[in-house]
């Protein structure tokens, strides 16, 4: 099939997020510089260096690789995915942080966070295991087994982190594919059941996870504890009205807000925008998963169908996941806002999925 222009919907609606992110971050990072400078010109460097500007330059390659290349390298890229996110549990190699093992050390350019390579990893071998099983995925060993072993494989690494949510955004990513793929829909209610056991026991069986819960149920209690995020960022978003107090002009991304820059980044655009500017941003990622899915519906095979459902929803999934914690509808999780939040392993590695997105776009059957 002939080659045509990338989407120029979707690019825009691309460019104006990542336009938006850089924004938000670096005035959310103004909280750091009042503590830490250093700190603060480390973050910019990871984020704006490493994830943006390294980000590009694989959204380029990626633009100019014909997607085929991802399913002809489907299972080396996830098998060395997992490699690399067992690896943090390898001493002098790992990396911990508040109680958590999801880093590796890379010396003086920070750290590299594997488990935002293995989503990436996981979407491109399940897109190249289904396109490949076709209608057999009908079949429960074609279809559901294969999905439940690699999610086995994902969450015996992932549990142990500990990394619920990436876990969790892996299995709705897994699913929708599924679903594209045209698994019987018993099977996917079943699947969705059996996620909904596990992730129960979990949180009967994690301290951590019950405080989240408890906090999510009631987030009045114990509001210097486990309840401190939620109530501050309610507290940013009120405070904003309905056009912020003004861009860089937020008060609680200094001392009060955990984490401004990171999970927190949607409660200090609430306060500078304000609710139009929330609500332009929320408009912004869901005009992104409309256009994604539309260029999926239009792909040329179904690997490129499936590659594209799989990305578009592993990164609006993560998105609106993080904005329903901090508004209080979803527990919070820990997830970063694509784009905007401090990450610059995620922001890398959504450069490069976008990328894809944008190859398969240049192959649509219609370009309406």
């Given amino acids: 099939?002939?080659?045509?222009?990338?989407?120029?919907?979707?690019?825009?609606?691309?460019?104006?997020?990542?336009?938006?992110?850089?924004?938000?971050?670096v005035s959310a990072s103004l909280g750091i510089l009042v503590k830490n400078s250093h700190t603060f010109y480390s973050v910019l460097f990871s984020q704006l260096v490493l994830g943006l500007g390294i980000g590009f330059l694989g959204m380029f390659f990626c633009l100019k690789?014909?997607?085929?290349?991802?399913?002809?390298?489907?299972?080396?890229?996830?098998?060395?995915?997992?490699?690399?996110?067992?690896?943090?549990?390898?001493?002098?190699?790992?990396?911990?942080?508040?109680?958590?093992?999801?880093w590796i050390k890379l010396g003086p350019l920070g750290t590299f966070q594997p488990v935002e390579f293995l989503k990436f990893g996981f979407v491109i071998?399940?897109?190249?295991?289904?396109?490949?099983?076709?209608?057999?995925?009908?079949?429960?060993?074609?279809?559901?087994?294969p999905f439940g072993v690699m999610l086995a494989i994902i969450a015996l690494i992932l549990f142990k982190q500990p990394d619920t949510k990436s876990f969790i955004l892996i299995v709705i990513t897994g699913i929708s594919m599924l679903f594209i793929s045209g698994v019987p829909v018993k099977y996917i209610l079943g699947i969705g059941a059996g996620a909904i056991v596990v992730l129960a026991l979990l949180v009967t069986f994690t301290p951590y996870l019950q405080a989240r819960m408890k906090t999510f149920m009631d987030p009045s209690q114990n509001q210097q504890g486990s309840s401190y995020q939620i109530q501050q960022s309610y507290?940013?978003?009120?405070?904003?009205?309905?056009l912020g107090r003004g861009y860089g002009q937020s008060i609680q991304k200094f001392s009060y807000l955990p984490e401004p820059q990171g999970?927190?980044?949607?409660?200090?655009?609430?306060?500078?925008?304000?609710?139009?500017?929330?609500?332009?941003?929320?408009?912004?990622?869901?005009?992104?998963?409309?256009?994604?899915?539309?260029?999926?519906?239009?792909?040329?095979?179904?690997?490129?169908?499936?590659?594209?459902?799989?990305?578009?929803?592993?990164?609006?999934?993560?998105s609106f996941m993080n904005i329903a914690s901090i508004v209080g509808v979803f527990p919070l999780t820990g997830v970063p806002l694509v784009f905007m939040s401090q990450g610059g392993t995620s922001l890398l590695i959504d450069l490069l999925a976008v990328g894809i997105v944008f190859q398969v776009s240049k192959f649509q059957k219609k370009s309406t």
């Avoid at 099939?1 to 971050?25: Q, S």
């Avoid at 925008?273 to 994604?292: E, K, P, S």
């Fill in 235 to 242: 507290i940013a978003l009120g405070s904003g009205g309905i």
């Fill in 263 to 318: 999970d927190s980044v949607f409660a200090v655009l609430g306060e500078e925008l304000g609710f139009l500017g929330t609500v332009i941003t929320i408009l912004l990622y869901a005009f992104f998963a409309l256009r994604g899915l539309h260029i999926a519906n239009n792909s040329p095979d179904l690997f490129s169908r499936l590659l594209v459902t799989g990305i578009v929803i592993m990164i609006t999934a993560q």
């Fill in 65 to 102: 690789i014909n997607y085929k290349f991802w399913r002809q390298n489907a299972f080396l890229i996830f098998f060395i995915s997992i490699i690399l996110t067992a690896a943090v549990f390898i001493p002098h190699v790992g990396w911990t942080h508040g109680g958590a093992e999801r």
């Fill in 125 to 145: 071998y399940f897109a190249a295991w289904l396109s490949w099983a076709k209608n057999r995925v009908k079949d429960f060993k074609f279809g559901i087994l």
């Fill in 1 to 25: 099939m002939k080659e045509k222009k990338i989407d120029k919907f979707l690019l825009t609606i691309t460019l104006l997020l990542i336009f938006l992110g850089v924004a938000m971050f």
